[in-house]
């Protein structure tokens, strides 16, 4: 004799189940993949002045732009991809198209005074601070 009940619809929450998984994890939900920032940047100070490196690999100098207002500092550019009828890739794990990154520094800069060099694929700026965001010794 039987005395649970049969669940008819027990295949279609299990289905139902791991759809909702697999949307989760492609939208980044419950420790799913999550898209990095890009750039991956590092910014450090020395003295008077910010720096940051920032890896673009195959972004070419006149598709970027750097522009820098108060602490808020934006780095727009465009990495091209291969072009043609006949490509087919295989395997393509390196972005191609537009991006921007907005960052808040950790001072203001002075922003007529940013240096750029974009040298093997890595971008470095030097960035001056704003006279009020300097050190300054305070005598006893």
């Not at 419950?30 to 020395?46: F, Q, S």
Request: proline residues 6%; hydrophobic residues 40%.
């Amino acid at each position: 004799m039987m005395t649970g009940r049969l669940n008819l619809w027990a295949p279609y929450q299990d289905l139902r189940r791991q759809i909702d998984q697999l949307f989760d994890a492609f939208a980044g939900f419950n420790g799913g993949p999550r898209v990095p920032a890009y750039p991956p940047v590092n910014i450090w100070e020395e003295g008077d002045t910010l720096y940051l490196e920032a890896e673009l690999p195959g972004v070419k100098q006149e598709d970027l732009e750097i522009s820098a207002i108060g602490r808020e500092l934006t780095l727009r550019g465009r990495r091209a991809g291969r072009e043609g009828q006949d490509v087919c890739y295989h395997r393509q794990e390196r972005g191609v198209g537009e991006f921007t990154r907005v960052l808040t520094l950790p001072v203001e800069v002075e922003s007529e005074q940013i240096e750029a060099a974009l040298k093997d694929g890595v971008l470095t700026l030097t960035m001056p601070k704003v006279e009020a965001a300097k050190a300054r010794k305070i005598k006893v």
